[in-house]
């Protein structure tokens, strides 16, 4: 198979992406912020003098309104910054990172107190908090014991300022009183340094934000054709620069509208829809409206597209669906990717090698990716991880990769086109031979009894779609119901069950006991219990099974799902 031969020479200008992340870079797209709404305005402003139509879906930021489970943060807008310390000054004009974002504005000096052990909380009043982790937590724990400021660091950015935002409700600024800054690791080693050394370090700082009643929560949607849709995500939230997160997917989503507006014609199975969101938020708010979930075939994720394997360390990584929601889409961007990374080197027999790194693996959380899968829509997403310059005002436009943003928007575009385009017993054929490769990988580790069956369900599924013979519709016999869609996470479980809210932070300490849990609950839409048990295994192999069930448990008693009698 040649996706090439379904592209008709239609190809990304790596150019015009190129200086459309340069032009998103100029925002501090924080969420909830006006400049987050200045840039969308960009886009929808460049996409109408393409011909492109587009609609503002934009719901509210006001700190206490929820889009399903997640509740919205404040709005809130940077104005000015500046923290001086042991002869050293940085403004928010050099760096806007240097505020956390959604921090209180305050003024004032003290002697820094880094945070070392439990007892320095002791000795905090009056003092300027120096944390290096858990940084919401110790935020909190450093307004209750009168602390005047508060400085975060992350380890891994050495002299970057790292980006952590706080993501305050209306509820929060009961409590949240003081201004909240970051320095770089390098400066806060320094800081440790001299303390533990018995030096005291002072400090001064000035912090201008304001806090408005509400701000637009910014959605924009193009479509191009009829449904069903294939659906092209990006998050455009995050702070400037942000050239690689997530600059890079948005104005890709960009260049890929103009292609696919310029190709398409009415002998497409699919039309194409394209939105600009903030991350988890926007694309929430987004599905919490009145859609046909049938309108929506499959979905691409464009976040992170640009990093480097030789600046950034990355790698170009496919996440897959989920088991629950297995469909060829993954398989076909997977094919596509192999066919656009191509170097001009030769192997043994003159085939060319691999330009950059590339993998797939198994379905994981993180992106706007997690959202559709979870409404039933199967959804990949190809991303450069891990990326040094990560949440850091590091992360500019001259660390990308050109040759990686070449390859990705490439490959997505010519997966798009071969599901639109493709003769239904081409896609057949592809679509049974991505299924044993599929099984087969997952055969070599464990058995693949239940993984089978989801296999035909999901085979089945795009058939529909592609006019295909395959599959199999089985019975469902769900274990689950979820009544409240979306991520779970502490602001929905405090909400609805407050006094399990501990419980809840210490059983997903783990990152992949999230990711677990989630695809647990929709396997149990589809499975009995011990089914979906034996599913998620067969997926990841090594499970937590009672502290997933502890989980489910859990998430019952916060009405997030309920029992299927």
Partial sequence: MSMGNYTKGARISTDRVLHDIGEITQFHRIQGSRELVEAVKYI?????????ESKRLDRTYDGKSFYLTLRSPIAWNLISAELDWDG???????????????????????SVLPILREEDWKRAEG???LAGRNW???YRRANEEGAVAFIAYR???????????????KKDLEWAGIPALTIPEAWADEIIEKSLSGSEVLARFAVQTETPPQ?????????????????????????????????SGSAMLMELARVLSSTWNESYRFGFSFLWVPEYYGTQAFFAGDLNLKDYYAG?????????????GSTVMVIRTPLSRFSVVSGVLERALELTNVSESRGLTGEPLPAVKLKAFPYEMGSDHDVLNF???????????????????????????????KIIGNAVLSSALFLAEAPSKELERFSRGYAMKYLGELSMERETEVAEKLVMMGLARDSEFLGMKLGHRFNVEPWLEWALRGRIGEDIVELRAGEHLYEFKELTKGRETIVHLHELIMLGELLPEEKAYTALKEEYGEIRVEKLRKLVELTEKSGLVRWKD
């Fill in 127 to 129: 003092k300027i908090v």
């Fill in 375 to 405: 409404f039933g829509i199967p959804s990949v997403m190809p991303i450069t991880w891990p990326d040094r310059f990560y949440h850091s005002s590091a992360d500019t436009v001259e660390k990308l990769s050109l040759d990686t943003i």
């Fill in 215 to 247: 701000e637009r929560l910014p959605i924009l949607q193009a479509t191009i054709g009829e449904p069903p849709f294939i659906v092209f995500t990006a998050h455009i939230c995050h702070p400037k620069p942000g050239a690689n997160d997530n600059a």
């Fill in 136 to 138: 919401r937590e110790a």
């Fill in 88 to 110: 050293r000054k940085v403004t928010s004009d050099e760096t806007p990172l240097m505020v956390m974002a959604h921090s209180p504005p305050g003024e004032g000096e003290g």
């Fill in 155 to 169: 380890k891994g950015t050495g002299t970057a300022f790292p980006y952590i935002g706080l993501f305050l409700s």
């Fill in 44 to 52: 929808e402003e460049e996409l109408s003098a393409w011909g492109i």
């Fill in 300 to 312: 691409f994720n464009l976040d992170m597209i640009g990093g480097s394997q030789d600046r950034s």
